[in-house]
């Protein structure tokens, strides 16, 4: 086949996830000027649909150019000014991530660590602001990708404002997925992608500041060291004044507004529902036939299920497997999982019975042909309870 010439996918990795067919419908619509009023009204739209999304106010709410990673750092590089401390805690790969992004913005990091799959408690971020504060900024990753771990955010935010620090959160997984609640649990940074539980192609990198994060920007002493990412210049775009920064990546514009009108048709409530019935029956079914989760119990995620491989399975060999045998993608571990884990990603159109099935009937089928299972089906029964009860 010619490169270019693309079969699709079920796509039940970390991200991108599938894509409704009416957004990539969107992306073909012709390609106007980045001052149109046409374009205009799409990026008005869109701005007030992420607004409902994220459950914000916060006027200061706009689509980064960029994937996920470009809105972690435009939220880091726009709050950090050389110098300012910051808390970082890292329980997996984009805790990781956020302390190297911060560190290259010239501040002075201090981390707190959990070990990856469990979450962090209250009392351990405010002892670590007893030790090492007073913080200018608090980073922390609600959905921790590489572990399948869910960080409670609302009890934290009461530690972080009680020192005087800003909350900035990672919702690149969670948001759309399972309840993010900007206003009602204070975040005042925020960022998201679009290829994750907004089931967009990736590209952009929604972003969120609360008036406390505006005041920190405006009270800047030195320059936002990114010229492409500065908000100070971005938000006189997006905002009334129209003023050309940089020009707009048109088409990615219409995929994540139709993906948000199809996020806001469902409901945001009827979303995370879908996602945790589709992560139940998933895991009744990994757990059938002996597949552990990775993440602890109680603080699970429900679009991405980081397990263990069993032992005895390639877990390169048994996802390649899939994805040339039966078109089905799933992740590989990251960090210290590489080599041990798989991660299967329920991710906006890809949080569905049909996905569920599939996935299972795969990996029951290559588990069998490996002498690991006698005979397949119980994994599938077990989902099929589920979705049944
Ligand atoms: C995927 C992901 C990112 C990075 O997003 P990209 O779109 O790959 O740049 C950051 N944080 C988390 C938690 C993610 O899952």
Redesign the pocket.
């Known amino acids: 086949m010619r490169a270019g010439e693309i079969t699709p996918r079920m796509l039940m990795g970390?991200?991108p996830s599938d894509v409704h067919p009416r957004v990539l419908a969107a992306m073909s619509q012709p390609t106007i000027g980045h001052l149109d009023p046409q374009f205009l009204a799409v990026i008005n739209d869109i701005r007030d649909m992420l607004q409902q999304v994220f459950q914000t106010k916060n006027e200061l709410t706009l689509a980064v150019s960029g994937?996920?990673?470009?809105g972690?750092e435009t939220c880091v590089v726009n709050l950090i000014e050389p110098g300012d401390k910051m808390l970082v805690c890292i329980n997996g790969v984009?805790g990781q991530?956020m302390r190297d992004v911060a560190e290259r913005a010239g501040a002075e990091v201090t981390a707190v660590e959990r070990p990856w799959g469990e979450v962090f408690t209250a009392d351990e971020i405010s002892s670590a602001i007893r030790d090492s504060g007073p913080f200018k900024v608090v980073g922390i990753?609600q959905?921790?990708?590489s572990t399948g771990a869910a960080q409670p955010i609302a009890p934290i935010s009461e530690a972080v404002h009680q020192s005087g620090a800003l909350l900035l959160v990672?919702t690149?997984?969670s948001l759309a997925g399972m309840e993010v609640d900007v206003d009602g649990w204070q975040i005042d940074a925020c960022y998201s992608?679009t290829?994750?539980c907004l089931s967009c192609p990736?590209g952009l990198a929604p972003v969120t500041f609360s008036p406390a994060a505006v005041k920190a920007i405006d009270a800047r002493k030195a320059k936002v060291q990114s010229w492409y990412l500065d908000m100070t210049m971005v938000r006189a775009y997006w905002g009334s004044e129209r003023l050309y920064h940089h020009t707009a990546p048109i088409n990615m514009n219409y995929a994540l507004h139709e993906a948000l009108r199809i996020v806001l048709e469902e409901g945001l409530e009827a979303r995370w529902q879908r996602h945790a019935l589709h992560h139940r029956a998933l895991k009744a079914g990994l757990e059938a036939i002996g597949i552990r989760y990775l993440a602890d119990p109680d603080h699970q995620l429900p679009m991405l299920n980081a397990v263990s491989a069993p032992e005895g399975v390639d877990e390169a060999e048994a996802r390649k497997r899939l994805l040339n045998d039966f078109g089905i993608e799933i992740g590989a571990g990251l960090g210290q999982f590489k080599g041990k884990a798989w991660r299967i990603g329920l991710m906006g159109e890809s949080a569905a019975e049909r996905h569920v099935t599939s996935v299972l009937k795969a990996l029951e089928t290559v588990l069998v042909e490996k002498g690991i299972l006698e005979e397949t089906g119980k994994a599938v029964a077990a989902a099929k309870e589920v979705y049944e009860s």
Do not use: I, L, N
């Open positions: 970390p991200g994937t996920g990673s470009a972690m984009f991530r990753v959905a921790e990708t990672d690149v997984t992608g290829q994750k990736p």
